[in-house]
């Protein structure tokens, strides 16, 4: 078996199926990967009790043969959705003690489908940033710094930038996230992930911390778009709760991913390329260019 922390959550979902490893066993993996890497303060709050708790249950239901869509799937939550019972700030001191007595409808339906919360992602401040660098609990560091060598600190973008450095970092299999902006997409480019802003109102606003309630949507934040596929399947779908969710059918994601995008013609705007550009990127720009 491949190290736990290095396996996508499909390859997760295939060895808790083939029953080569536990829910638990892997909860506790990504628990102490947190604890050693706390110095990227991908978390401002982690819930290792509720965390190994949440385990056994799926253990349970998994020897029982009842095992829900992501039992045994640990998961950050970015700290802007509400978790009954678990503080939930925003990345601001004005919430620093806020702990809801509800839950958003986006974490309660990945909890109903099996979902282990291992905390609560860092982010900018009432997501109001693009480099996580304005969260009252601390800056959070891009995983590449070390990964790359880099002498500087780099930061994963914003305003999920907690949430994408933890899926990058290796700790999480994979997080939600928001967008308004690019708050999901941005980061996920940042620290080298995928990321997604689905439609608006396919995903419930209701439980959210609001930046601009006309154009937040929740999303996921992965490692591979199998996983992205996966993830949305429980976090989309109507919700009465939120006036703006869309009473659309939520189809299995997954099946829509069977294309060839070899020869796939990509416009890009000029003005997407910038003066001062490094030249490895610059490298790499010319590399994409459609031959």
Known sequence: MSNILELNLADLQKAIRDKNLSAKEITEAYLQAIEQNSQSNCFISITEEKAIQMAEESDKRIERGEALALDGIPIGVKDLFCTSGVRTTAGSNMLSNFVPQYEST?????????????????????????????SYFGSVENPWTTRAKFEKKLVPGGSSGGSAAAVSGGLAVAATGSDTGGSIRQPASFCGIVGMKPTYGRCSRWGMVAFASSLDQAGPLTRTVQDAAILLKSMAGYDPKDSTSANVSVPNFELALNGDIRGLRVGVPREYKREGTPPEIENLWQRGRYP
């Not at 986006?106 to 304005?134: H, P, Y």
Request: net charge negative; hydrophobic share 40%.
């Open 106 to 134: 986006v974490t309660e339906q990945l909890w109903r489908d099996g979902a282990i919360m291992l905390g609560k992602c860092n982010m900018d401040e009432f997501a109001m940033g693009s480099a996580n660098t304005t």
